[in-house]
């Protein structure tokens, strides 16, 4: 009987960790996402700064004032943010890949302690 609550407890334990970690993959996602739309905006701002001339006038919108930038100090600012995004991205991939390994270990140890529940049970009504 106290076997029997025990294999409960933990398996509810267990779901719960399981749930917590789904939960971290869907908020990985999420930002991965975000990460992702504005790594394809700076990609087409910096295909758009390729396509000047190098007199061309440029500005910065800061706050709700636009400031002039030189042109090739945009241009580097821009790579930076490529740069910063995309590592971002990967560092964001390896987490993923992390957590989806816990997330099957966590399914695995779940679906063992379903078995075990459901033989305990099975040898309490024998009994």
Same mark, same amino acid.
Do not use: F
């Given at each position: 009987?106290?076997? $029997?609550?025990?294999? *409960?407890?933990?398996? /509810?334990? +267990? ?6 970690? +789904?939960? @971290?993959?869907?908020?990985?996602? +999420? ?5 992702? #739309?504005?790594?394809?905006?700076? &990609? ?5 700064? !390729?396509? %000047?001339? &190098? !007199?061309?006038?440029?500005?910065? $919108?800061?706050?709700?004032? %636009?400031?002039? =930038? !030189?042109?090739? &100090? ?7 943010? #490529? ?9 964001? !991939?390896?987490?993923?890949? @992390?957590? /989806?390994?816990? *997330?099957?270990?966590?399914? &695995?140890? #779940?679906?063992?302690? *379903? +078995?075990?529940? *459901?033989?305990? =049970? ?6």
């Amino acid at each position: 009987m106290a076997a $029997l609550r025990e294999a *409960q407890h933990e398996l /509810e334990t +267990q779901a719960n960790n399981l749930s917590k970690l +789904q939960k @971290d993959i869907a908020k990985n996602h +999420q930002v991965r996402k975000q990460y992702t #739309i504005q790594l394809g905006e700076n &990609e087409l701002v910096l295909k758009e700064l !390729d396509l %000047l001339n &190098e !007199d061309a006038n440029v500005y910065k $919108l800061i706050g709700p004032v %636009l400031v002039k =930038q !030189d042109l090739a &100090e945009a241009n580097a600012n821009v790579r930076k943010r #490529i740069e910063y995004i995309s590592a971002e991205l990967k560092r964001l !991939d390896g987490t993923l890949q @992390d957590l /989806e390994e816990k *997330q099957n270990s966590k399914k &695995e140890t #779940i679906l063992k302690l *379903q +078995q075990k529940l *459901q033989a305990l =049970q099975a040898g309490k009504s024998k009994a």
